[in-house]
RNA sequence: GGGCGUGUAGCUCAGUGGGAGAGCAUCGCCCUUACAAGGCGAGGGUCAUAGGUUCAAUCCCUAUCACGCCCACCA
């Protein structure tokens, strides 16, 4: 026993039993007494990253329900995988290959530089992969994917061609968000608006055959060479009279013509707009509707074209020096001002996004998103928080056709050919080498790749085999789809959620999960965002090998429940790391007795009041955790637990055991033995979910020889047999009684060492036995020498001090010095406290309109605590009188 | 600008129409043979502010302030 560590040791324990368990195979999916399947899909990370806390809290909610619901018999899967995450990878190996060799992709051949990226995956992208199994990550290695492997892409493409037969997959001319710097169109979500200090350019243009001119305010003057028309409220009444006529933009001098919309706020700027489809958001809807010429002027690196003859080949910020320079040669420019206004930037890149006209593809979204809020609403799929759901709905409810075309080289290549003979365009699951129509071989597949998240809405299913049908059959489609749950963070919901019900519905006829849990954002203790440039991130790795990797999922799963943010204290981890290591030596105390204890319980009849109230205490933990842990609530099941083993189990019952397991009564002894093991085995299998390896590691010592691993042990429940309440209310006075004691020996400075004398009078037949047949117990636990148990209606000792709880006074005579003048403050600041509190229960009640609306029960409940609270205060009074005299 | 959310002890956060809670931190006393990564005890809050509904509001309603996030974007 000598050889068992004062303190808990993780690291070794921690990689044995990982391999234990994956050497095992314990993380398979396998039918158990549920008779049902649970099936998680984990959210792919990234190829491009490492393990931060993010992925941590998600591999720990998610790891901690796959346990719990193997161990409640479900056929469990967690199935990993990986995203190729198309933008974010490229521009990693890009930024690569040009520190170490000095080149952009463009110095590639296309397939070469593919194959780099390859490589590049193949190198660091399992690195995730093995950081979550550092942490204890039960999922089924076998079914691991890639989103760009060949299954994936059999599935993006069949989808794609069906799409795009149905009509739903077009291309259009679009003004898109296009990012300078990775050459591709971004998604609005990528874009990330900054205030900008940028000014307002007031122009005159000059109506054409009259001498006027109107003044139109910009913050992009360069664009005016794209201009297509002038623009004003039709109701503006200055304005009025040009509505119809044409302008002549300055420095050009095209003629464009003056159009009225609605869109033009009369108050804003001067009232007349400038219109440029060609770049500008608003501008282009304008367009649209007057069905105006857009104007290209940018090529794709954001310098002018032949369009914006005098500007070409400048950029954007020298080009609008330029032209202001030009406007006040000519006299143009009335005036600038200075203005605070945002701006688009690349999420990635960080450069100023241009919107720019090109043909793009999109997913006509109307009808999926529809369904997908139905289904919502009809409760067929489940936010977790509720209040999710509203964002969910406020993006599907006004959709957007989604633009799922990326200029990049990295990700999975539309499945569109060309025939360079005969005009002809078709999408093919197959790799065409012929034209469908004229057989010719001169063909060429569009160049773009999908936008990532295509991939990724079809991730549910497309891990799961499908198209194939003998995949589906191998990786038993049939029993995991839909899947159970989706746990993810809130900033996915649009990108990800969303798009998965769209997906999954449409190909499927199903939701891809029953439910969502979204869980919080991981922050520093400062509740500032995790990121690279402030430093303050908590890396898990590091985390794990200082504190353990129990304790780091202790601590965010203490952190998890319907919140939104989780503000990480490294001060909490070293709390849980404690935490764990109470749970050691809990094991510590009682491994000398456990040779006596026995396999079984004894009759329960046999057990005695504290061994039947630990029982109840440990069935109410379970309800909890069970309950709990069903609705994600995560920090109520670690609190359950945890108070559970501080305060129930260590301070109370292994404390109430001690004089028993060194007494001489050997049929207790080994009665106790066995409760407490029974009580520890239950405690650490309720805990296992949160906490694998500590558990696993004590359950080795503790188990009998024929179970099997704590990893697939039925997770404790609640069982009627042990609701013993009579014992948990004599539990709680005892308890009471105990702390009473304590405290009034603080309150005068008795050590904690030295042995006293207590009387109690107590005014009920039961609670008198009940501390009778205890009162060695008390004794122990209140280092008490002598204890007198007497009936309320007796006379009380003279001078002593003297707390009242809600059944019982407690006394302790006066002996030897005590700090008298402490005690009486103490006391006088107790009866302060009562009387404030008596005189809020004595106001009710003699409140009549309390009396008439007031529940009954809640008339009785004050009544009662009046009545108490009166009978404390006399009795104090009493006691302070006694020192007074 | 629109939407969502938050404001409770020094910190991080639970919670409820009828007696303000936990963990950590703080203070005091203890190295008591499971554990000093421990034990025992204590202090500490006008439940953001102002109104309203109610017999009763920290909780429900309204407004205000502060903070956070998301969406949209002003020429």
Redesign the pocket.
């Known amino acids: 026993m000598s050889e068992i560590s ?4 993780a690291k070794e324990i921690e990689s044995k039993w990982y391999q234990t368990w994956l050497e095992g195979g314990y993380f398979k999916p396998k039918k158990g007494k549920a008779n049902d399947a649970f099936c998680i899909i984990m959210p792919p990370p990234n190829v491009t990253g490492k393990l931060h806390e993010g992925h941590a809290l998600d591999a720990t909610t998610q790891d901690a329900l796959i346990r719990f619901k193997r161990m409640k018999g479900f056929e469990a899967l967690w199935l990993p995988g990986m995203d190729h995450a198309g933008i974010a990878t490229q521009s990693v190996v890009e930024k690569m290959v040009w520190e170490q060799e000095k080149k952009t992709r463009h110095d590639f051949e296309k397939e070469d530089f593919i194959k780099k990226i390859w490589q590049w995956k193949e190198e660091y992208g399992g690195i995730i992969a093995n950081q979550q199994r550092l942490l204890g990550a039960s999922c089924d290695w076998d079914y691991s994917m890639f989103t760009m492997d060949p299954e994936a892409n059999e599935a993006v493409r069949k989808v794609f061609v069906d799409l795009y037969n149905e009509g739903l997959i077009y291309q259009s001319d679009y003004i898109i968000n296009w990012d300078p710097v990775l050459h591709s169109a971004i998604s ?2 990528e ?1 990330e ?1 900054k205030e900008v200090q ?1 000014a ?1 350019y007031h122009i005159l243009y000059k109506v054409k055959g009259t001498d006027e001119t109107l003044e ?5 003057p360069e664009t005016l060479l794209g201009d297509t028309a002038v623009c004003v ?1 039709p109701e503006d009444e200055r304005f009025q009279k040009y509505i119809g006529k044409t302008a002549i933009i300055p420095i050009c001098n095209r003629e464009i013509p003056i159009i009225a919309d609605d ?12 219109v440029t489809p060609g770049h ?3 501008d282009f809807e304008i367009g649209q509707r007057h069905k105006l010429q857009i104007i290209t002027i940018l090529n794709k690196d954001a310098t002018f074209n032949e369009n914006g003859a005098p500007l070409q080949g400048m950029d954007v910020k020298a080009g609008r020096k330029k032209i202001v320079e030009l406007l006040e040669e000519a006299g143009q420019l009335v005036k600038v001002e200075k ?1 605070v ?2 701006v688009g930037h690349g999420d990635r890149s960080k450069a100023v996004i241009e919107p720019l006209v090109s043909k793009q593809w999109f997913l006509n979204v109307q009808e999926m998103s529809k369904r997908s809020v139905e289904s919502v609403e009809k409760e067929q799929m489940k936010f977790f928080p509720k ?1 999710w759901e ?2 969910y709905f ?1 993006w599907l409810r006004e959709p957007k056709d989604w633009c799922i075309s990326r200029q990049l080289w990295w990700g999975h290549q539309i499945p569109v050919f060309y025939c360079n003979d005969c005009d002809n365009q078709w999408a093919s699951t197959e790799e065409e080498s012929n034209c469908s129509k004229c057989n010719s071989s001169s063909i060429t597949q569009d160049p773009d790749v999908l936008d990532t998240w295509f991939s990724s809405a079809l991730w549910p299913f497309s891990t799961l085999g499908w198209p194939d049908e003998q995949r589906m059959k191998d990786k038993k489609f049939e029993t995991f789809y839909p899947t159970t749950v989706l746990i993810t963070g ?2 996915i919901i ?1 990108f990800w959620v969303a798009r998965m019900m769209m997906m999954g519905l449409k190909f499927t006829g199903k939701e891809p999960f029953h439910s969502t849990y979204i869980h919080a954002i991981v ?1 520093d ?3 500032r ?1 995790i990121s690279k440039s402030l430093g303050n991130g908590i890396d898990p790795i590091k985390t794990i090998e200082e504190y353990s990797a129990d304790a780091f999922r202790f601590t965010l799963a203490s ?1 998890s ?7 990480l ?1 490294p ?2 981890i ?2 849980y ?6 749970v050691w ?2 094991f ?2 009682i491994h000398p007795v456990l040779e006596k204890s026995e396999a079984q319980l004894p009759e329960l009849s046999k057990l005695d009041a504290h061994e039947k109230w630990i029982l109840a205490e440990l069935n109410t933990t379970a309800k909890t955790m069970n309950d709990s842990l069903e609705v994600f609530r995560f ?2 099941a670690s ?1 359950a637990i ?2 559970f083993v ?2 129930k189990y ?2 109370w019952f ?2 109430l055991s ?1 004089p028993i397991l060194n007494g001489n009564d050997e049929s207790k002894i080994i009665q106790r033995a066995t409760v407490l093991k029974f009580v520890l085995k239950k405690m650490v299998a309720l805990l296992h979910p949160i906490t694998p390896f500590v558990t696993e590691e004590l359950w080795s010592f503790i188990k009998d020889d024929k179970e099997d691993l704590l990893i697939i042990q039925d997770y404790p429940e609640y069982e009627e047999q042990f609701n013993f309440t009579k014992e948990q209310n004599e539990m709680n006075q005892f308890t009471e009684v ?2 009473g004691i ?2 009034l ?3 005068v ?1 008795i ?3 030295e042995e006293i004398e207590v009387q109690l009078f107590i005014d009920n037949e039961a609670s008198t036995s009940y501390f009778k047949t205890n009162e060695e117990s008390l004794q122990k636990m209140a280092k008490v020498n002598k204890l007198t148990i007497e009936n309320k209606s007796n006379a009380r000792p003279e001078k002593s001090i003297f707390m009242s709880t809600s059944h019982l006074d407690i006394f302790i005579p006066l002996s030897g010095v005590i700090d008298i003048e402490a005690h009486v403050a103490k006391l006088n ?1 107790d009866l302060t406290k009562l009387q404030k ?1 008596f005189d ?1 229960y004595d106001k ?1 009640l003699h ?1 009549p ?2 009396i ?4 009954e029960e ?1 008339i009785a ?2 009544k009662f ?1 009046h009545g ?1 609270v009166s009978s404390k205060i006399n009795a104090l009074k009493e006691n302070i009188e006694l020192f007074n005299k």
């Open positions: 004062k303190t808990y040791s609005d979500a874009v608006h940028g307002f139109v305010a910009t913050t992009r409220h869109y033009v706020d009369t108050e804003k700027g001067t009232g007349c707009l400038k500008d958001f608003n203005h206004h945002q209040g509203n964002t406020s809130y900033d649009f922050r203790k400062f509740g965002k952190g429940g319907y919140n939104r943010g989780i503000n204290d001060d909490r070293v709390g790391r404690n935490f764990i290591n109470k030596n809990a510590r105390f920090d109520e609190m945890y108070q501080y305060d260590c301070s292994i404390e001690k105990i702390t304590r405290n020996r603080s309150s400075n050590k904690p060492s600041k509190e809020k009710k409140n309109k309390f008439e609306n007031a529940k809640v409940e004050v605590n108490e």
